[in-house]
């Protein structure tokens, strides 16, 4: 487990960073993902419309968790995933 904590320790600089420039550009990069998802589904046409937006919708979703990661709010606290995946079967 060595390796992943000192991994983990050397990317906290840049997930802060990456986390306030979410917070900062929230808007920016919603718009581009929805010109993103818009272009695509015209692209193809229509066939993964429903894909293409449960996928947008996602990433916005993950976005917003990043960009709120530190910020309790007024209403208390947040709920944020864990900081590492449960271990494989």
């Known amino acids: 487990m060595g390796l992943m904590h000192s991994l983990k320790a050397r990317l906290a600089p840049a997930k802060d960073k990456v986390s306030g420039l979410a ?16 272009l695509v589904d015209e692209k193809t046409r229509g066939k993964y419309s429903e894909k293409i937006h ?21 209403g208390g606290g947040t709920t944020t995933p864990p900081d590492s995946l449960p271990p494989a079967s």
């Open 23 to 38: 917070h900062q550009h929230g808007g920016k990069i919603e718009h581009g993902l929805d010109k993103a998802a818009k």
């Open 54 to 74: 449960t996928g947008a919708g996602k990433a916005k979703d993950a976005m917003d968790r990043l960009a709120h990661k530190g910020d309790t709010g007024a």
